[in-house]
Nanobody, 120 residues
Framework: QVQLVESGGGLVQAGGSLRLSCAAS????????LGWYRQAPGKQRDVVAF???????NYVDSVKGRFTISRDNVKNTVFLQMSSLKPEDTAVYYC??????????????WGQGTQVTVSS
């Protein structure tokens, strides 16, 4: 059974920083694309940042220059460094990964989510 476990959320003042982590564990052969999504109350879940297995990154315009996505392929972990946080960044943040298990075909898995709250 493969799990994604997120950590690093919390309460921070506007202008502050947080670093989110998401570690994949279980019978994993490889982890390909990794992404961070967020969902604010009453809104749909939207992509924030994405990183391929080759390290190519992509960001939604609203976080460009403030957020950085990175990965540790040895530890099957993805990070989201968030700086210059704004109240509108407040949301539950989810990681998403395309996982190839030791046995079977690849599939997408979601983490449980971690709350990020930015106060003004």
């Amino acid at each position: 059974q493969v799990q994604l476990v997120e950590s690093g959320g919390g309460l921070v003042q506007a202008g502050g920083s947080l670093r989110l982590s998401c570690a994949a564990s279980g019978s994993i052969s490889s982890v390909a694309e990794l992404g961070w999504y967020r969902q604010a109350p009453g809104k749909q879940r939207d992509v924030v940042a994405f990183i391929t297995s080759d390290g190519v990154t992509n960001y939604v315009d609203s976080v460009k220059g403030r957020f950085t996505i990175s990965r540790d392929n040895v530890k099957n972990t993805v990070f989201l460094q968030m700086s210059s946080l704004k109240p509108e960044d407040t949301a539950v943040y989810y990681c998403n990964a395309r996982i190839t298990p030791v046995r079977g075909s690849s599939y997408w898995r979601w983490g449980q989510g971690t709350q990020v709250t930015v106060s003004s």
